[in-house]
């Protein structure tokens, strides 16, 4: 017999062998939330802890030279994995951050044209321009264009969902107006995944910038960022096998040139004076105070378990899987699946409801044979609203899970109508 | 941990055949309250006469504890003083943030006391007590106009 992915790997990952409420094998399907982490990660960043620990890009000493390396080494790692150059790849502390950042650099830009300054005219946004994001967007990647929307008088538009759950890229909402397109690589509800040289090819027609949420694809599949075209990315590191505390976000360079900083302080200065202040051109314009080392030296052993696996093993793997359960599910009574039922452009998670059971008690219910998912609106509440359902419950797989974890998932979630008596 | 100890038969009986749902036309106070990690959502509306509680209903989008607390919340409060309600109150809060190390005294509680288990299930508070607070406001409101 041949093991599959899961089996071979879950050795690795010391977390899995937790019993749940003492006595359930635990099934975890929860890795679209945050993903476990394999011991290579959590040794890495204690090691840095017991054999590196200084702050980075200040000190003489040879510690400080040994975790600037190694924050650095871990910088060109990173981007290397998702086809950038290290000095365009920033650290934050997660994808929401990497967002708001951008957001915010935005805003400054505004502010700082309206009081004069010719340099920031070009970013900046107000009352006749608009911001196109979609309807299927994590609150991360809405919220702060809400809010630049609201402070600038521009106008927000949203591409739609079609009725397969798929996006439907309309090019009439890309109009000369159009500043900033922000879109979700892929769906963390949904799972459908966006066509983005399209919306790169429709967005440089009329010369906006697009922001890509990439929180669901980088840890799924093969990225390139260059190849793509996209202007800024933002994803989280612990849903890539990463500790938490540490997201990234590349800046195309010319973002990387234009954008005014987001938060002030230590090492992105340039020049400081009691009067004012000059900023660094670099990176570390976007990368003030002491930053997350340890996090980002995790991260990048991260990136080499991925690496070692194989993106293409790993995307095949979580493809099957997902495939397995979303085949299980079609043929059973009462589940409806919100999203896309085939695997045509479409990842790695199901979201779904059953009927006349709340998803909170399906995941208490799934709780109870050890299988963890998510339920709840996934912070993605006007798509749910859109959708007609109050919240649904989420498995999502990753390399770590087995056929088997599906097989448990899918008779687990055949009792449930039974056990709540809707049957 | 046994499932069971969560959904008593009791909760889920609430929870199929739920008692003052529906929103009377007639009240003297009113409140919303939303779960904001799971998106639930109940409306609570009393009528009062004076201290008196004639009626609480209500109507919401939530989970079987959600629901089944707002149907006993329903039966146990009917023709009750508010001094009894914040009574019931106090004792309720006190058994959800037990976990799971308090008897609760079906005395005072009735069918409340059913939601013993949901205290081991941090959560699940939160759904539990959602129209006790949305009741408590709504009381409260009634009390301001
Ligand atoms: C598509 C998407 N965008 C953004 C986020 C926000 O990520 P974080 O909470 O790590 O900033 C998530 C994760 O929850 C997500 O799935």
Redesign the pocket.
Known sequence: MTLDLGQELKDDFPILSHKVRGVSDLVYLDS??TSQKPKVVIAAESNFYTSTNATVHRSGHELGELASAAYEAARENIARFVGIEPGNLIFTK????G?NLVAYAVLNATLLAKSGDKRYNKLAIGAEDSIVITEM??H??IVPWQHLAQVTGARLEYLKVDESGRLDIDESKFSKSTKIVAI?H???VLGSVTDVAKIVRFANKVGAMVVL?A??SVPHFNVDFKLLGVSAA?W?G??MLGPTGV?CLYLNDELLGELPPFLLGGNMIENVTYESSTFRSDNAKFEAGTMNIAQVVGLSAAVDYLKNVGMNVIHEHVRELTGAALKGMLSMPGIRILGPTDLTDREGLVSFEVDGVHPHDVSQFLDSKGVAVRAGH??AWPLHRKLGAVASSRASFYLYNTKEDVDVFLAALDQIRDYFKVA | MNLDSLYQEIILDHYKKPLGSGLQDNFSGEAFHVNTSCGDEVTVRVLLDGNQILNMTHEGVGCSISRASASVLHALTKEETTETFHVLLDNFVDLMHSQGKVVPDEEVLGDAAAFAGVSKYPARVKCALLPWMAMKDAIEGAGNE
């Open positions: 679209a939330a997660n994808a929401t951050e967002i967007e994590h991360a990647n979700t892929q769906s963390n949420d929180c669901q933002a989280s612990h849903k997201g996934h912070c």
